[in-house]
Nanobody, 124 residues
Framework: QVQVVESGGGLVQDGGSLRLSCTTSGLRFGDYAMSWFRQAPGKEREAVACISTTGMTNYIGSVKGRFTISRDNYQNTLSLQMNTLKPEDTAMYYC??????????????????WGSGTQVTVSS
């Protein structure tokens, strides 16, 4: 049984930092590209960052230079370091495992396993 569990969300002020973590079990973590998605109220879920099985990364434009995605294939964990947070980053953040190895696109296709999310709120 595959489990994907996010942690690390919370309330932070404009300009602050948070580090999200995602732990997985029941899957061969190193065989999956991994991503962080977010969904704000009334908006569609969007991919924020993706990391391939070889460590290549891809980010949406609005977080480039502020967010860093990383993975530890020994601990089966995924992280997202978020710096210089803005109120528009407020959303539920989800960790997802992709049954593909690459991150050349940031579409929602190919994701079989999702966590239940962790809330990030940035106050102005």
């Amino acid at each position: 049984q595959v489990q994907v569990v996010e942690s690390g969300g919370g309330l932070v002020q404009d300009g602050g930092s948070l580090r999200l973590s995602c732990t997985t079990s029941g899957l061969r973590f190193g065989d999956y590209a991994m991503s962080w998605f977010r969904q704000a109220p009334g908006k569609e879920r969007e991919a924020v960052a993706c990391i391939s099985t070889t460590g290549m990364t891809n980010y949406i434009g609005s977080v480039k230079g502020r967010f860093t995605i990383s993975r530890d294939n020994y601990q089966n964990t995924l992280s997202l370091q978020m710096n210089t947070l803005k109120p528009e980053d407020t959303a539920m953040y989800y960790c997802a495992a992709r049954t593909l190895t690459y991150c050349s696109d940031l579409s929602r296709s190919g994701y079989n396993y999702w966590g239940s999310g962790t809330q990030v709120t940035v106050s102005s």
